[in-house]
């Protein structure tokens, strides 16, 4: 059976993966109940981990203490489940679709007319519907990586679900669901399961820029 992470590791993992959230935010991101959610975090402020933020981005976000415990427990549970082989696999093997997706995603932005980048208005059902069908294929391909790595931590499972979400509600008309930060959108999932990755593994995106 896959390995269920503990709701407080999963509460300090989300937080670092959003850097701020709301309570309903963090609780969509980690699969678990909004009551379950605020408990958790009324525990973690109390120990100094989680401070509350006020300003432009509100909401919850980890204190430096936060992040060093959310750093150990999480090599912790890598370690007890053995599942590094596992995340590394599926780490190169989502790496795989990472351009294809923030390529569609800038493309679903920005598109090119008589040679020149201008917003895209949507108002080209054709060229949408091509771009979507760019995150539908990479979708398909990365689903069988989030199932392998969902065989060993039961929080890598919801990520295709909610890019699944995503599409669906971009296709129902709501655009802002493909790239927009701050929702669920397409790019907010992906950014997210691909900082999770790397959390996981103890890297960071700027090992990746230096080739490592």
Known sequence: MPHRSDPRLLVLHGLRLKGVAEVGSLAGAVDLPEATVTAELEKLVASGLVARRDGLAQGWSLTDPGRAEHDRALAAELEVTRARPVVEAGYEQFMGFNFEVLDACSRWQVREM???PVRNDHGNSGYDARVLADLDAALAGVRPVGEQLARRLERFEPYAPHLEDALVRARAGEAEFVA???????HTVWFEWHEDLLVTLG?????EREGV
């Not at 927009?180 to 397409?186: A, D, L, V």
């Not at 890297?203 to 090992?207: E, F, M, Y």
């Open 203 to 207: 890297r960071d995106r700027s090992s």
């Open 114 to 116: 008589k040679g020149k």
């Open 180 to 186: 927009k930060p701050r929702i669920p959108s397409f």
